[in-house]
């Protein structure tokens, strides 16, 4: 079994482990019935008992849920367990020939009530499944919260971000340098994997300083309604935000002492 996007090699290695379980929990039980062909059809279930599994033996199956592929399967996946339970489940189809074997759902189980050792490979396949559509569920989110962000590139000298203008972007910096200028005054530096221009995105205010690129630049820009979206789903990267304001207030904090110090 794969996604229809792109997989991890975490989940792919899931997806061997399911399909090893699927052997062992699939080779102690007789088939409900002989092995049969599907030509392509749009929903493989359409003429099958509710209590029945389907196991491919050659072939694949395509699944889709609320109209949208969600995965491919493959020879030894086993199919239907939901349905078999009268549980939500989206629809089964094939586009060419595929080679499948039947099992009754309660024959699967019952073997499970009096041999421990396959008892237990049950539950590693059903614990193996969640792991996997857990994985799937994580990289769908990561996909609808992905910022649908530009890339901007600066000569020395040009301004990236000028002081007073209303805050509608965040920037990370990915190679060169830049500065930033308050009231002419340069109060820090911006160095290559840097986020920057976050703070009036928070605060709603004007931006409090310009950023002017020291050399040749390439920005990745991110809208601020995208950027709060992808905050509120991954908080983790608030962590390094909250450093770097951190690291910039203190250093400010720095250069405001020596300015009182230079003038007493």
Avoid at 47 to 54: A, E, G, K, V
Avoid at 219 to 239: D, G, M, N, S, T
Wanted: aromatic share 8%; charged share 20%.
């Amino acid at each position: 079994m794969y996604l229809s996007t792109k997989q991890s090699e975490l989940m792919s290695e899931l997806a061997a482990k399911l399909s090893a379980l699927t052997e062992l929990i699939c080779a102690p039980v007789a088939p409900a019935e002989e092995t049969f062909q599907v030509a392509a059809s749009d929903d493989i279930f359409a003429d099958i008992p509710p209590t029945r599994l389907l196991r491919i033996v050659e072939g694949q199956v395509d699944y889709s849920l609320h109209g949208k592929l969600v995965m491919h399967f493959e020879a030894g996946d086993l199919l239907g367990l939901p349905r078999s339970l009268n549980l939500p489940q989206g629809q089964f189809s094939c586009s060419g020939p595929t080679t499948l074997v039947a099992y009754e759902r309660d024959s699967l189980v019952e073997y499970a009530s009096h041999d421990l050792k396959y008892q237990r490979n049950w539950t590693y396949f059903l614990v193996c499944s969640i792991s996997y559509f857990e994985q799937a569920l994580t990289q769908e989110l990561r996909g609808e919260f992905q910022p649908a962000a530009g890339f901007l590139h600066f000569r020395a000298g040009e301004t990236i971000i000028q002081q007073g203008d209303t805050a509608d972007r965040v920037y990370t910096l990915l190679e060169g340098a830049a500065d930033a200028v308050c009231d002419g005054v340069t109060v820090g530096q911006i160095h290559p994997n840097e986020i920057f221009g976050a703070l009036a995105v928070f605060t709603r205010q004007p931006r409090m300083a310009s950023v002017i690129a020291r050399s040749d630049c390439t920005l990745l820009a991110v809208r601020k309604e995208e950027f709060i979206a992808l905050i509120e789903h991954q908080p983790h990267i608030c962590l390094g935000l909250i450093e770097e304001m951190a690291a910039k207030i203190n250093q400010l904090n720095g250069q405001l002492l020596q300015l009182k110090s230079g003038g007493i």
